[in-house]
């Protein structure tokens, strides 16, 4: 249902009405990626009306859940950023994360950037953690 | 009421219920910035649910603009991108633009990339047009 290259780049945390959310595995950057749990979608206009306004809701909660991974983690985050491109992986999937001033990739996009950088084991279960607490 | 940076950049299409739409003053793709009619947003959460989900249905017809100035400029586009970043403009603006296996940043994304091409003024009318004919 997934496309593989999705899993393999993030950790599930949970699903909502909406989407699955992921933890994207990048120590660089407190990172949530919402899949809609239809896999045949690429577009944010493939979704219906009231899909369109749940998917904005799990965007907001997942920019909460940004927040408590970046603040648990002891970097708090000054802005969030919201992408859905789809140029490599087409099925819909909508990226949220935290940016500071003196992330690596600051002001420029994440996407692409360098190569991802895998999180410790207790960073990573920290970052879980804290995701869920907000998502759940 | 609008970041400078905002308007030096792009021209003016048309206002929409909730947002300003207008042109990015840059050839290398059909791309549309919205910018919410209130000047003190930061993020998407700052929006009430009502503007959320207006905020959403007036991507889904900038996408259709974006895809028709593409078409009326013989270069249809393949995928389409949205972007709320923010990094160097904090005035809450929602980027719209259509995406092409063989344009010049693909498949990363175009925030920062190169510098912007400026449209001939021919092909600029051809594209206000097209975008105002879905908008208004």
Redo the contacts between chains.
């Keep these: 249902m997934f496309d593989p290259r999705l899993l393999d780049s993030s950790v599930h945390l949970t699903n909502l009405a909406l989407c699955q959310a992921r933890l994207q595995a990048d120590a660089r950057w407190p990172w949530i990626v919402l899949i809609p749990l239809r896999a045949e979608l ?4 493939d979704l219906t ?1 009231s899909e ?2 749940q ?3 799990e ?2 909660v997942s ?2 859940a940004v927040r408590a991974v970046a603040t648990a983690l002891g970097r708090p985050v000054e ?10 992986v ?1 099925q819909l999937h909508v990226h949220v994360l935290g ?1 500071r001033a003196d992330d690596p990739a ?4 994440v ?2 950037f360098g190569a991802p950088v895998a999180y410790e084991a207790q960073a990573l279960d920290l970052a879980v953690e804290s995701a869920r607490s907000v998502l759940a």
Excluded: D, F, M
């Excluded at 690429?42 to 206009?45: A, K, L, Q, V």
């Excluded at 802005?79 to 490599?88: D, E, F, M, S």
């Excluded at 600051?106 to 996009?109: A, E, K, L, R, V």
């Design positions: 690429r577009e944010i206009e009306h369109r306004t998917l904005t809701s965007i907001v920019g909460q802005k969030l950023n919201v992408g859905q491109l789809g140029n490599v087409v940016r600051w002001p420029g996009p996407w692409g």
